[in-house]
């Protein structure tokens, strides 16, 4: 964990994003995320907390402007040290400790079962790189967090948490559109990533999945979509059905995802504390400002191999649609 976590030297432009997620079982959605920018040795950080419901307008969001320290322990767990709080990342146990204003945030993850995946590692052949790499497939989440006058108190909620860093000036990013997505049922957790240029002739994709605790990583995914606008009508949104395929030695799959309702429509980095416009729009043109939607969405999987097929419907999932 530290290796990945590691400063990329003197490069002049470094983003490191720590993603956490939970979805309780009434469709209550969770995320919290500590990402940095590091331009010419000055840095930007920002903690965001975000809580949907599976109703229209239930959204609420806040985001912070902070310093902080990271270190690694003797126990090699990564630690990020923040005004008002603390994260804790390892991959058998994450924790969040945060206060500020109306908005406090409790959480412990811990791992259920080992998730030893390698990284996405996005990159044109130059020493700039995009790694992507989830640090566990699943987490057993308990805890508490208060946004604005919603209070959720959290109990064996399944949870996912997954790490990003890029080297990448943002205007050069080779990555035009991407998809991620990830649920968890009963015997099955997966988690899936796909990124293509503008003109789709280079992709990188991955899916990683566990079933019957038996982990399996597929290097090379399909997205299949209907062709009809998304949700907000427009031909650059993601569409409202899509299917992921992909097969290994080992296995294929065939995953249908059908959106319900939009939890998060954001830039990638939200910095609702930058109370500078100029500031806001130098961030924004030095980001090309991505845009991003999440999605409460439900999928159907078939999961085939030499020995079993695994059919499973309308399992509930989280999954991702941005533009960079």
Not at 197 to 220: A, C, P, Q
Request: proline share 4%; aromatic share 8%.
């Amino acid at each position: 964990m530290d290796k990945l976590c590691a400063s990329s030297g003197a490069a002049m432009y470094t983003l490191k994003k720590w993603y956490f997620d939970f979805l309780t079982p009434d469709r209550k959605y969770v995320f919290v995320y500590f990402a940095y920018v590091k331009v010419l040795g000055q840095i930007m950080g920002s903690l965001t907390v975000h809580h949907a419901g599976p109703e229209r307008g239930s959204a609420l969001t806040r985001s912070f402007a902070l310093k902080h320290v990271e270190r690694t322990d003797q126990r090699s767990r990564h630690l990020i040290q923040l005004p008002g709080g603390a994260i804790v990342i390892a991959e058998d146990q994450c924790s969040i400790t945060f206060a500020r204003g109306d908005c406090s945030v409790n959480l412990r993850y811990v791992s259920l079962g080992e998730s030893p995946v390698s990284p996405v590692v996005i990159n044109t052949g130059g020493k700039p790189r995009i790694l992507w790499k989830p640090i566990g497939l699943r987490y057993q989440v308990s805890g508490r967090i208060t946004l604005g006058g919603v209070t959720i108190q959290v109990e064996d909620s399944n949870g996912y948490v997954d790490y990003l860093e890029s080297s990448y000036l943002p205007f050069v990013v080779p990555v035009r559109t991407l998809y991620w997505g990830r649920l968890h049922d009963t015997d099955i957790d997966a988690v899936y990533i796909h990124a293509a240029d503008f003109h789709k002739e280079h992709t990188w994709s991955k899916l990683y999945v566990r079933n019957g605790g038996v982990m399996t990583d597929i290097n090379r995914l399909s997205i299949l979509d209907s062709g009809k606008p998304g949700h907000d009508g427009s031909a650059s949104s993601c569409p409202d059905v899509y299917e992921v395929v992909g097969e290994s030695n080992a296995v294929r799959i065939r995953m249908t995802v059908q959106h319900a309702l939009p939890v998060q429509e954001s830039a990638f980095i939200d910095q609702q504390e930058i109370k500078s416009s100029l500031a806001r729009s130098l961030l924004k043109l030095l980001t090309r400002n991505p845009r991003s939607t999440k999605f409460l969405s439900h999928a159907d999987i078939v999961l085939e191999s030499e020995r079993k097929c695994t059919t499973k419907r309308q399992i509930p999932m989280i999954d991702e649609y941005a533009l960079l």
